[in-house]
């Protein structure tokens, strides 16, 4: 059952990538052409939610997954009715592995996803003030 939820998981994870992902980064590239889309997207950064961060926790999520596997292929809990039964006496999980998940720091995630679009930000801005500012300077009264 693991093979074959591993080789599901390889099948699956090339379609999400393929059709989610590739979705909501064209949707995001599309939020950079806005003043509120990056205001969105650096605060997202920022704030450490979004798809990314995600990404990163079910990147974690996996790796313990493939931990706890070799800690009961250690144990030889799968040759044992003991892990599945409770006739058997109790099983010792005090050195069990642990899942901890560390998100990136606030600073480190902010100089890879946030400054890049706090530059087009600060860029754009001024430019869409000058436009307006010209536009309007132009119209009578």
Same mark, same amino acid.
């Given at each position: 059952?693991?093979? *074959? &939820? ?15 992902? $590739?979705?909501?980064?064209? +949707?995001?590239? +599309? !939020?950079? /052409?806005?003043? &509120? ?7 997202? +950064?920022?704030?450490? *939610?979004?798809? +990314? $961060?995600? %990404?990163?926790? =079910?990147?974690?999520?996996? %790796?313990?997954?493939? *931990?706890?596997?070799?800690? /009961?292929?250690? #144990? ?5 009715? %003991?892990?599945?039964?409770?006739? #058997? ?8 592995? $642990? =899942?901890?998940? %560390?998100?990136?720091?606030? =600073? ?5 996803? &946030? !400054? ?19 536009? /309007? ?5």
């Amino acid at each position: 059952r693991i093979r *074959t &939820a591993n080789k599901v998981w390889q099948i699956r994870e090339t379609a999400f990538s393929e059709t989610y992902i $590739r979705k909501s980064n064209i +949707a995001r590239n +599309a !939020l950079r /052409f806005s003043p &509120a889309g990056l205001y969105h997207l650096s605060t997202e +950064a920022w704030a450490g *939610t979004g798809l +990314a $961060r995600v %990404q990163d926790f =079910f990147k974690a999520g996996r %790796q313990y997954r493939e *931990t706890i596997l070799d800690y /009961f292929y250690d #144990k030889k809990a799968f040759s044992s009715r %003991q892990w599945f039964a409770s006739d #058997k006496g109790a099983v010792r999980w005090d050195d069990a592995p $642990r =899942f901890f998940y %560390q998100p990136p720091s606030v =600073f480190e995630d902010a100089s890879n996803r &946030a !400054l890049r679009d706090l530059l087009l930000l600060f860029i754009l801005n001024p430019m869409l003030l000058m436009m307006t500012f010209a536009v /309007f300077s132009r119209q009578e009264v």
